[in-house]
């Protein structure tokens, strides 16, 4: 039964007359009807990909500091041929806290794009993806003008005329707050932006992951972190040499004590405040999709910013009742095994077969014939529906677009 029909069930305070209107058509993969166990199953599932050698990349995103630097992050390029380079959606791709541009669900959204004609470039934030050599400043969830000079970058040095941002988790909060921060003033080659489980409203989420129900998480994320900044101390001494690691036993003492400290903030509070993308929900001036599961374990959308997002006629917001977190897991498609659905490949030519790649100038992903095009991820071809319906049309703000 699909989840309009339990809509019966009220999320967050919202009515059942409401709810129903409001919950994407998502069928939650069998035994897997529980936040934690798609999150789960999401993160260690494993998925057989494997993509063309990309193209690196290195943006400058800040200048020195206390004699290191200046600050790059790591892009990994994967480029059509030139000859219709410039045309295709460019698709840049944001991971997480403590992602990479290796992490799972980026491999699976490059291979989806690369097949349906895209480029793709995929985005490491500061020192991440074994990049703490190229960043001497940390990356956190304010620095989304990382995500401008990428763009910048890219429609620099490669002249692409359309670009997509595409952001998961921490991701999505970088994305949204780009755009929303550039209002009407978008560059003319955005074309669309995605949040996959977007961290919108950091104070609540941070709270969340500290529930007992959570703990699991917190210290998944805040070992990674804290061997992170020992080997800054021990690479960049002059910034990082008094940091106070020994008092950290949460993610919010990580927030006051490093992010805060060395991110140009108050404390945690003024830090979840002042970087949260959910202050331009209603800034959002290109197509937006946004997919959140209410049963994400720690990502929690505030009543105030969903509704931000509803009235604003840019966004389209897919809530399910399932999915947890950056999951969304629904049972395989066979029919994309025998050739029958092309919402993954729209790039076959009729009489194409899904096991020949199609021959038109896409670059290579060897995406056909395995689990990528058949393993139930629903936010990935969801997403990918969406950058294939608006990836390539021309700019329109509110106000140049007469509202549409």
Not at 218 to 232: D, K, N, P, S, Y
Not at 259 to 264: E, H, L, P
Request: aromatic share 6%; net charge positive.
């Amino acid at each position: 039964m699909r989840e309009r029909a339990e809509a019966s069930k009220t999320h967050e305070g919202i009515s059942p007359e409401v709810a129903a209107k409001r919950f994407a058509d998502f069928i939650p993969r069998r035994w897997l009807r529980n936040g934690h166990l798609q999150t789960l199953a999401g993160n260690f599932l494993p998925r057989r990909l494997a993509l063309p050698e990309p193209e690196l990349l290195l943006v400058e995103v800040d200048g020195p500091v206390a004699g290191y630097g200046p600050s790059q992050v790591l892009c990994h390029c994967h480029w059509q041929p030139e000859a219709v380079r410039r045309e295709r959606l460019t698709v840049v791709l944001v991971h997480g806290l403590e992602g990479s541009s290796s992490s799972k669900y980026i491999l699976g959204n490059t291979a989806r794009a690369l097949a349906a004609g895209m480029n793709v470039v995929r985005m490491n934030m500061r020192s991440c993806g074994g990049t703490d050599d190229l960043s001497p400043t940390i990356y956190h969830s304010g620095r989304s003008d990382d995500v401008g000079r990428v763009v910048e970058a890219i429609v620099r040095e490669q002249g692409v005329e359309a670009v997509a941002l595409v952001g998961y988790s921490m991701g999505g909060n970088l994305v949204l707050r780009w755009t929303g921060q550039q209002g009407s003033a978008v560059p003319r080659q955005l074309r669309a932006v995605v949040g996959v489980s977007p961290l919108m409203d950091l104070a609540v989420s941070s709270a969340a992951l500290h529930r007992p129900q959570n703990r699991l998480y917190e210290q998944h994320f805040l070992r990674a972190m804290l061997a992170r900044i020992r080997r800054r101390i021990a690479m960049y001494p002059r910034i990082y040499a008094d940091a106070r690691v020994e008092k950290i036993r949460s993610m919010r003492d990580f927030d006051g004590e490093i992010v805060a400290r060395y991110g140009g903030f108050r404390d945690a509070d003024d830090y979840y405040d002042s970087v949260a993308s959910a202050h331009y929900a209603g800034a959002l001036r290109v197509p937006t999709l946004i997919v959140h599961s209410v049963d994400d374990p720690f990502i929690v959308m505030r009543p105030e910013t969903r509704a931000a997002l509803l009235a604003n006629p840019h966004v389209t917001l897919l809530e399910t009742q399932h999915g947890g977190h950056c999951a969304f897991l629904t049972d395989p498609d066979l029919r994309t095994r025998e050739g029958k659905d092309d919402r993954i490949h729209p790039s076959v030519k009729p009489g194409q077969s899904h096991s020949t790649p199609p021959a038109d100038g896409v670059a290579e992903a060897r995406l056909w014939g395995t689990q990528a095009d058949d393993d139930g991820r629903w936010a990935e071809r969801t997403l990918l529906r969406f950058l294939l319906q608006h990836g390539n049309g021309p700019h329109r703000t509110r106000e140049a677009g007469n509202g549409s």
